[in-house]
């Protein structure tokens, strides 16, 4: 059973799982499905096309499934997609996507704090924290348990990897590996994330070997030069076979 505060409007074509709690003054609009047991203290706004899972935990001033800040959006049907457990602190924005990808993906057990912004068509993973007031632009891409301190600025299309640290102010239009700490102004390469790989059962070889890797990679001048090198002296794992992926699949080029 639901509880519904009847201070809270539900859009009588809005779905609802069972077990839900609706604070006063939420805003629950047409075509939104929510699943079990999410909580929405006062004031969350759901918009139109939003898809939202079980378990998560909405804070005053929350506005999920917002219309894209794109000039190129012209209506069309799209969605939000929110996993799990997610926490969404006060003032998160979260868009929906455009004709570009159709949909804004955040996935399960997120920490998003206070004033965060994620943009149409981004893609998060799982088990990330995303600090005050930091923003992501459209298209962007986050992967599993990234940690990003507060107020950064992402441009749009930039790739995350995952178990990545990124300093608190930065901003940065390149793509950031995994497993790294990025950080400093202008925002470059500052080391392995290794509370963080420790944290997340990483062994001492494990995190040797992915050391080893950026080593390597850094080492020259042109990357398909490092990713050779790694080829040739380093055993391929799947955390090196992520790193190589994600440096080969680089659109926007990486820090450095």
Do not use: W
């Amino acid at each position: 059973m639901n509880q519904i505060s009847p201070l809270a409007f539900v859009h009588p074509e809005a779905k609802m799982g069972d077990g839900n709690v609706i604070g006063p003054f939420c805003y629950i609009d047409k075509d939104t499905v929510l699943g079990d047991n999410n909580v929405l203290q006062n004031s969350v706004t759901i918009h139109v096309g939003a898809r939202i899972g079980n378990g998560n935990e909405f804070f005053p001033g929350a506005s999920i499934s917002t219309k894209p800040q794109d000039l190129k959006f012209h209506g069309e049907v799209t969605t939000c997609e929110i996993g799990d457990n997610n926490s969404i602190r006060e003032n998160v924005t979260i868009a929906r996507g455009t004709f570009s990808k159709e949909t804004t993906k955040v996935g399960s057990n997120n920490l998003l704090m206070e004033s965060v912004h994620i943009a149409h068509d981004c893609v998060f993973g799982s088990n990330c924290i995303i600090g005050n007031s930091t923003k992501f632009a459209g298209e962007a891409i986050v992967d599993d348990c990234a940690i990003v301190s507060g107020g950064v600025l992402c441009h749009q299309f930039c790739h995350v990897g995952g178990y990545v640290m990124i300093q608190g102010g930065c901003r940065f239009s390149q793509d950031i590996p995994p497993y790294i700490i990025a950080g400093k102004e202008p925002i470059r390469y500052a080391g392995l994330n290794l509370v963080g790989l420790r944290r997340r059962g990483f062994d001492n070889d494990l995190i040797h070997l992915i050391h080893d890797t950026y080593r390597l990679l850094y080492s020259k001048g042109v990357l398909a030069e490092g990713i050779e090198e790694v080829k040739k002296n380093l055993q391929i794992t799947p955390e090196v076979q992520y790193i190589l992926d994600f440096v080969s699949n680089s659109k926007r080029g990486i820090i450095r």
